[in-house]
């Protein structure tokens, strides 16, 4: 038997509409890319994505069409949000740190139709044009007086579009399984694939960030969204922010220590998302000139491993409390959050510490389970660690136009590609990423550990960890490590300093000196690159076969 309830579809332009309704004249603020401070509320902004919905449609654009953006966060990027995915195109936000040959890739693979693009991004693009293949039109994201010259074929001036059409727009209703928004994951190996959000994905999503116990977000908050709109849509805040009612503060491209804490000082930001280099060069600013934060109260990270010392720094110098987030683009990003259950907030502060370090536990909407290779699930217990799975309404079931083949198991759970465990109150702690994890015997060695330990010596400025191959053992670790300038450091000294911190069996094998170590574009260590240069590395301890 059917409920007797209304089916009105989950539409990411409900959530616009009840923004400018309900709290129209919330503020919403911008560190423009020219400089200044751009100020307007939700009411505006509304209208402005309308107008902007009717520029598309003028355009010829329809259901399904990929739109482009190559933008910082900004209001004007928050604006297109809606206006695409309002009007039923695809939103499209592509990273402007990625390589040239990466973004030819992806504008080429998604079919983008238009580009919008920030005024400060045009040389890039005009490098680039000539590559892109389906880009009829390139918008440039600023006003007729700082409008630049350019070679970019069909470029239009945003603020000119906005003026020449009006927000008389009542949004289309469609299926809430209509895609809204794409987003490529960076990929260390293959082609970056892309993710396609959907209006109800994204809605649900939304609702779940906004619970006290996810991130909370509420119209009393004050929200500063560091991580970039094009990194799974700054983890779904300007969707949140907008069904919550609450102000929004974006940064522009002034992601600096100097700029972050000025922009969280004027506007009594009161909650802010990052990863952990945004919360270093914060920190450091704040050291070197004696400030602190005055009304910031919860700093949620994410992307990668918060270290201790950030969380303790937060907590102790600027009674702010730092919840760590795991996630990832697949997932809309958010899979687990750091909020505390009851009791652990009365904990001494260095047992909560110990809680805080952990990814944060499951949230409503994510089911998680971890397993070994055999696909056998483990006891939750803290210590067993095992490949992590998930399965919920905004986790990915394929990448778009199927790359990559079939990534759900026969019960849809989706492999992360991470290695955690999970104790028993359901904190998990990700121990590494399953291509890295060193398999050594039959156990697993968790590159990560080895290098935190590395790089708690004061003469180490990077650490990293593969494993290699032995004949023995399958594969042991291999450490590699990037001297800070003057240090002598070596492999010997490296060994003694690790021996109390890990246990014996995880020793590396060896210890190579290196001047520097491979990146990819979002930062993260290209294991996978150092893999292929030292697979045949002869580790000192591979005559042990023999034994
Ligand atoms: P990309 O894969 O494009 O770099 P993602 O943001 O999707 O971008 O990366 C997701 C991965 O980042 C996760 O699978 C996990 O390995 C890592 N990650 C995310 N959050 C954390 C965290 N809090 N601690 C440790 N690793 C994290």
């Known amino acids: 038997m059917r409920g007797l309830i209304q089916g009105r579809q989950l539409l990411i332009s409900t959530l616009i509409d009840y923004a400018a309704e309900f709290h129209g004249d919330t503020e919403i603020v911008t560190k423009t890319v020219e400089g200044p401070i751009h100020r307007y509320t939700y009411g505006e902004s509304q209208s402005r994505a309308k107008s902007m919905a009717k520029a598309l449609a003028g355009f010829g654009v329809k259901l399904g069409d990929r739109i482009g953006t190559l933008a910082w966060n900004t209001h004007r990027h928050f604006e297109l949000y809606y206006a695409t995915s309002g009007m039923g195109s695809i939103c499209h936000t592509l990273n402007p740190r990625l390589f040239a040959e990466q973004l030819t890739y992806i504008v080429n693979h998604a079919e983008d139709k238009f580009l919008f693009l920030d005024s400060n991004l045009v040389p890039l693009v005009e490098q680039l044009a000539p ?14 007086e700082t409008m630049p010259e350019t070679s970019l074929p069909n470029a239009l001036c945003y603020e000119t579009l906005i003026k020449e059409n009006d927000d008389d727009l ?22 970056p694939k892309g993710v396609l959000y959907a209006h109800r994905s994204t809605v649900l999503h939304s609702w779940a960030a906004c619970m006290p116990d996810v991130l909370g977000i509420n119209s009393r908050d004050t929200i ?17 922010a907008a069904m919550a009612g609450a102000k929004m503060v974006f940064p522009g491209p002034h992601l600096d220590g100097e700029s972050v804490w000025k922009l969280m000082d004027q506007e009594k930001v009161s909650f802010t998302a990052g990863v952990p280099t945004v919360w270093l060069m914060l920190l450091t600013y704040m050291r070197e000139t004696g400030t ?19 969380i303790e720094e937060f907590e102790e110098k600027h009674d702010c409390r730092m919840i760590h987030a795991w996630g990832m683009t697949e997932m809309s990003p958010l899979g687990s959050v750091g909020t505390f259950k009851a009791g652990v907030g009365d904990l001494p502060a260095q047992e909560r510490y110990d809680i805080q370090v952990k990814q944060g536990r499951g949230i409503y909407g994510v089911e998680i389970k971890i397993v070994d290779d055999d696909g056998k699930e483990l006891p939750r217990d803290g210590v067993a660690f095992g490949n992590l799975l998930v399965r919920g309404p905004w986790i990915c079931d394929s990448y778009f136009k199927g790359e990559g083949g079939d990534v759900l198991d026969a019960d849809d759970w989706f492999d992360t590609g991470d290695v955690c465990n999970i104790d028993a109150q359901g904190y998990i702690q990700i121990v590494d990423r399953s291509k890295d994890v060193i398999k050594s015997g039959g156990e697993w060695i968790s590159s990560i550990d080895l290098e935190n330990a590395a790089v708690g010596h004061p003469e180490v400025a990077e650490a990293c960890v593969i494993g290699v191959p032995h004949p023995r053992w399958d594969e042991r670790p291999l450490l590699l490590i990037v001297r800070d300038p003057g240090s002598q450091i070596g492999k010997d000294e490296m060994l003694t300093y690790l021996e109390d911190k890990i246990v014996k069996w995880w020793m590396p094998d060896d210890v190579l000196v290196v001047e520097e170590l491979p990146h990819t574009a979002t930062g993260k260590l290209l294991k996978s690159q150092l893999r292929e240069e030292y697979a045949d590395h002869k580790l000192p301890t591979a005559g042990e076969a023999a034994e």
């Open 131 to 144: 590559t892109f293949e389906s880009v009829e039109g390139y918008i440039v994201m600023t006003d007729e």
């Open 224 to 240: 500063l969204p560091i991580v970039p709109m094009f990194h799974a849509n700054a983890w779904g805040i300007p969707y949140a």
């Open 292 to 310: 602190t934060l005055e009304h910031v109260k919860r700093v949620v990270s994410g992307g990668s491993a918060v270290p201790r010392a950030m």
């Open 170 to 191: 009542e949004w289309p209703s469609f299926e809430e399984t209509t895609a809204s928004s794409l987003c490529y994951t960076s990929g260390t190996t293959g082609n």
